[in-house]
């Protein structure tokens, strides 16, 4: 320990070592209590962004299964389904594709075929029959090598 020439420079020293210790305390009990507020607030805003965005999900996929419901129940439709009449159904499936803004429409046959789609998006679409012969009729799934939100709707 140092020798100090008086007792003034002695009791300054210790409290700058007193000050420095308090300072170093100070600063690292409000860093962990900044570091938990901050941790707290943003778990809070991704909760709200996750219901946020599950209520957008939901409200987006009951538009795309009723658009394709009310296609699936369209006399003109089923019958051009039912006679395999391609140009009928290729143009339904782009006028619904055009009013919704969606990438991709197409029909997935009883036989597990791909109407409306070519090349790996049909290759892809072909893979869906299994669960939707398992009545899956809402979920995600990859379509020409990208992810899409899915919806389906039988024809009768």
């Known amino acids: 320990m140092p020798r100090f020439s008086s007792l003034s420079a002695r009791l300054t020293a210790q409290?700058?070592?007193?000050?420095?210790?308090?300072?170093?305390?100070?600063?690292?009990?409000?860093?962990?209590?900044?570091s938990g507020i901050a941790s707290h607030?943003?778990?809070?805003?991704?909760?709200?962004?996750?219901?946020?965005?599950?209520?957008?999900?939901?409200?987006?996929?009951g538009e795309l299964q009723g658009t394709a419901q009310l296609l699936a129940r369209d006399f003109g439709f089923r019958a051009a389904v039912a006679s395999g009449d391609e140009p009928t159904m290729a143009s339904a499936l782009n006028n619904a594709k055009a009013r919704l803004h969606v990438p991709t429409a197409f029909i997935v046959t009883i036989d597990g075929r791909a109407h409306g789609?070519?090349?790996?998006?049909?290759?892809?679409?072909?893979?869906?029959?299994?669960?939707?012969d398992e009545g899956r009729?809402?979920?995600?799934?990859?379509?020409?090598?990208?992810?899409r939100q899915l919806v389906?709707?039988?024809?009768?």
């Open 15 to 34: 409290f700058v070592l007193l000050f420095a210790v308090a300072m170093v305390a100070v600063s690292l009990s409000l860093s962990t209590a900044i």
């Open 41 to 61: 607030q943003v778990e809070s805003q991704l909760v709200s962004s996750g219901a946020v965005y599950d209520r957008l999900w939901q409200q987006r996929s």
């Open 117 to 132: 789609l070519a090349g790996q998006e049909a290759r892809d679409a072909e893979q869906l029959w299994g669960a939707l």
């Open 137 to 147: 009729t809402t979920g995600i799934g990859m379509v020409g090598g990208k992810t």
């Open 152 to 156: 389906a709707a039988p024809v009768m």
